[in-house]
């Protein structure tokens, strides 16, 4: 599908499918993250093509709405109601009775540790504890579905690692989980697989190894010595080897190929200066989209 | 197999949701536009009954007026009648051009409409709900301004011993038309800032734009109409016409925002604001 909006088109031919587990969106700014989970959640029709969620287009079928839960970019509470309250609202929102209200807001404080804060103003929460609010908004409905928004953005350390720990919970449970995030340490940590977007395309689909594979080839970084000749042998062999100082840098996709090109160099008698994986194939992932958006 | 969740998609559930939101934020703010009125038209009244020669004060406006052959007491009653509704109507109208204001504009930027776009409610019931709490608060609004002009008739009336015998059709006059600007208002407002949410955004226009208020002015505009209808055609038309030529209008202004919005209204535009 195609999706945008009225001055911009953004989504051009998105093809995808997800089922149970936690899936990553990752991408650069602008490559089209937000807009596909509004076309999602329903707010935004595709102008091209079609999206089911559990067989029902959310757009036209708004019932299929609440087995999505959402937690967007801004957290969006009501800044005077207390946690509790915006939790009640929602559930008001959603068409709930007052018993039901009562035992899901009491469930999802407990299960995102909210307990504490359930009486403190909405207002006066910090970045991270609103993003935790915004998550268990979300869960409410007990949506089979849940679109999450960059959750780590702006949360420290100790409660991205709580965040984590809720979404691999939940994705063990059953629930079908889009996460899109900048944080890319997290996003390497917690992910069953991750879709690559550029400029409102998928340029890749898969578990962060096969992606280290198909798209960069920077599971191992060999650092040595030599000049242009050199370049142009290993060129000619299919790297795509980057001067560097006075050597040259080889991306390879993973420890077999990089113990071959190894054995291959120092039989030619190339110096070897540095061979070790990559620090975190996602970030070498995105530094190389960044690169080709430039 | 799990049973199908309620479905949400009516504008009452919405507008219920609504009204508990506003009851715990704390209803006395919703009836801060209501004192603000108070205020202004106690203060009008204190200033007028205690000047003392100035030309601002009751007694020396009407000694002004009883030099072209007007009756005191009547002068000072009758700037209360030609005012009063003009001035319900402009007070209504400016709060729910705050209210609005409130509701769409400061909820956008901060995503809360985007999260009532992703909740499981067609947009146009999204709108039809909007339309009905603001227009029930708007109701809320006139009932306590005209309660409150009426307060101060009657006290100026008992205070200047003046006697007055109103018509049927200068209360029907002065009090549905207000209503209708109100009315008229809540369609103008919400049609201003969802057709065209950057008139809610500060700056989105530039640092000499007046900011957010610019989306509330169209709003304030049956306000304004009624203000100015009562003060130079009342004394010269009949109740009976007032009501039918300032009170279509308006309703008429009220309709034309309502089915505009209706028509045009695309999520993608409050989004991409």
């Not at chain 1, 809720?166 to 944080?183: D, I, N, Q, Y």
């Not at chain 2, 200033?47 to 009883?66: D, M, Q, R």
């Not at chain 2, 006697?163 to 407002?189: D, N």
Request: charged residues 15%.
């Amino acid at each position: 599908m195609s999706a945008g909006y009225r001055t911009r088109p953004v989504l051009r031919n998105v093809s995808l499918s997800f089922g149970p587990g936690l899936h990553l969106i990752l991408g650069p700014n602008g490559a089209g993250k937000t807009t596909l989970f509004r076309v999602l959640s329903g707010i935004l029709r595709p102008t091209q093509g079609q999206v089911r969620i559990l067989g029902r287009d959310p757009y036209v079928d708004v019932a299929v709405k609440a087995q999505v839960g959402v937690a967007a970019h801004r957290a969006a509470l009501a800044q005077r109601l207390t946690v509790a309250g915006n939790l009640h609202y929602w559930c008001l929102v959603l068409g709930m009775q007052k018993a039901e209200r009562l035992r899901r807001v009491h469930e999802v404080l407990d299960l995102l540790d909210l307990g504490p804060i359930a009486d403190q103003r909405a207002g006066r929460l910090s970045r991270g504890q609103a993003q935790r609010v915004s998550l268990a908004r979300a869960m409410l409905g007990d949506a089979q579905v849940l679109l999450l928004d960059e959750p780590f953005a702006g949360v420290d350390p100790q409660v991205a690692v709580q965040l984590r720990g809720h979404l691999r919970s939940l994705a063990r449970a059953g629930r079908t989980m889009l996460v899109s995030t900048h944080e890319l340490a997290e996003a390497s940590e917690i992910g069953d697989d991750v879709t690559v977007l550029r400029d409102g395309r998928v340029i890749g689909q898969g578990s962060p190894a096969q992606l280290r594979g198909s798209l960069v080839g920077a599971g191992y970084r060999l650092r040595i010595k030599g000049g242009a000749g050199l370049a142009d042998a290993l060129g000619r062999a299919g790297y795509r080897p980057e001067p560097s100082g006075d050597g040259l840098i080889v991306a390879v996709a993973d420890e077999q190929a990089a113990q071959k090109l190894l054995a291959e160099l120092i039989t030619a008698g190339v110096g070897i200066t540095e061979a070790a994986p990559a620090a975190n194939p996602l970030e070498e992932l995105y530094l190389h989209l960044q690169e080709g958006a430039q | 197999m799990k049973p199908e969740p309620v479905t949400a998609d009516r504008p009452l559930r919405l507008i219920r949701a609504l009204a508990w939101r506003t009851r715990t934020e704390g209803v006395r703010y919703l009836f801060i536009p209501v004192a603000m009125f108070a205020a202004v038209i106690t203060l009008a009244i204190v200033t007028s009954l205690t000047g003392t020669g100035h030309i601002n004060g009751a007694k020396a406006l009407a000694a002004f007026a009883e030099r072209y052959g007007a009756h005191a007491d009547a002068v000072t009653v009758g700037i209360g009648l030609l005012l009063g509704p003009g001035l319900v109507a402009l007070f209504s109208c400016m709060s729910v051009a705050q209210l609005v204001r409130n509701l769409i504009g400061a909820e956008a930027s901060r995503g809360g409409i985007e999260a009532l776009l992703a909740a499981p409610y067609r947009p146009g019931t999204i709108m039809t709900a909007l339309l009905g709490y603001v227009g029930a608060v708007a109701t809320l609004y006139w009932v306590g301004m005209s309660a409150i002009a009426a307060l101060a008739l009657a006290a100026v009336t008992w205070s200047t011993g003046a006697t007055v015998s109103l018509t049927a059709s200068y209360l029907l006059a002065a009090l549905i038309v207000p209503l209708l600007a109100s009315w008229a208002a809540t369609g103008l407002a919400l049609l201003a800032n969802l057709l065209y949410p950057q008139l809610a955004q500060a700056g989105s226009y530039g640092i000499n734009t007046g900011g957010a208020g610019m989306a509330g002015l169209p709003a304030m505009l049956p306000g304004l109409g009624v203000l100015f209808v009562f003060l130079f055609w009342a004394s010269s038309v009949s109740a009976g016409e007032l009501l039918g030529v300032a009170g279509g209008t308006v309703a008429a202004v009220a309709v034309t925002g309502v089915a505009t919005i209706a028509r045009r209204f695309r999520p993608d535009a409050v989004l991409e604001s």
